[in-house]
């Protein structure tokens, strides 16, 4: 079975400061990783995923993430918040590609002038 | 591109009324995942179909059940509606037969049951 944490349900930031939202998950395989995006009323829009190769993915939006296996975590970043960033990020894993998705509980963030 | 497309977008019911929610994936994508997103949730897996046929079954109740059907369009039936079945349903859709196919989610329908 696998799961995700996400820790913090709600983030602010400052147009401009740095946008680091946590994930850790718990697989007992190698896990395929994913973070999607929820604008409101929107469906999730996929921002990045990891499956193999490179640990550091690269994601649309000027996001990227790292699996760090050590510590079973696969944090979201982005340098610059912009006001458009804010929206609900989960964090979803699964267990071989095309399986079902287990999301985490969401962070809903809050990006400041 | 073509995305997933999902109607109705919103639907109002009445307790003890029936719904269907239809999904039309990505052209090509071969499986089919509904979730359900209540207020302030996480997505939760319902059911998948894979090739038309069922592949791997979440948190549905008996009184919702589903198919996919031979053009890959899949259909959500819903009865005896709950008040707590108010909530975001999502369709999503992959190909799966590759390693690199992430879901795609369509916008949703939200049902409200008053």
């Known amino acids: 079975a696998q799961s995700v944490t996400q820790l913090g349900s709600h983030v602010s930031v400052s147009e401009g400061a740095l946008v680091l939202l946590r994930c850790n998950y718990s697989?007992?395989?190698?896990?395929?990783l994913f973070w999607y995006v929820q604008y409101p009323n929107q469906g999730l829009q996929l921002l990045l995923k990891?499956?193999?190769?490179?640990?550091l993915v690269k994601g649309i939006n000027g996001f990227e993430a790292e699996f760090k296996k050590s510590e079973t975590s696969f944090h979201l970043t982005k340098p610059s918040a912009h006001m458009s960033d804010a929206a609900e990020y989960f964090c979803?894993?699964?267990?071989?590609?095309?399986?079902?998705?287990?999301f985490g509980g969401g962070t809903r963030v809050l990006v400041k002038p | 591109a073509a995305g997933v497309i999902q109607s109705p977008r919103h639907l109002i019911k009445e307790k003890r009324e029936t719904a269907t929610l239809k999904c039309y994936p990505i052209?090509?994508?071969?499986?089919v995942y509904w979730y359900q997103q209540g207020p302030g949730q996480d997505p939760q897996f319902l059911i998948s179909?894979?090739?038309?046929?069922q592949s791997d079954k979440g948190s549905i109740p008996d009184r919702f059940s589903a198919q996919q059907f031979s053009d890959y369009h899949s259909e959500l039936n819903m009865s005896s509606l709950e008040l707590g079945d108010s909530a975001l349903y999502f369709c999503?859709?992959?190909w799966g037969g590759g390693d690199n196919s992430p879901l795609h989610f369509g916008n949703g329908t939200r049902l409200t049951v008053t």
């Open positions: 697989s007992s395989v190698p896990p395929y």
């Open positions: 990891y499956t193999t190769g490179a640990t």
């Open positions: 999503a859709s992959s």
């Open positions: 179909f894979y090739e038309k046929m």
């Open positions: 979803a894993v699964t267990l071989a590609a095309g399986n079902k998705l287990t």
């Open positions: 052209p090509r994508h071969d499986t």
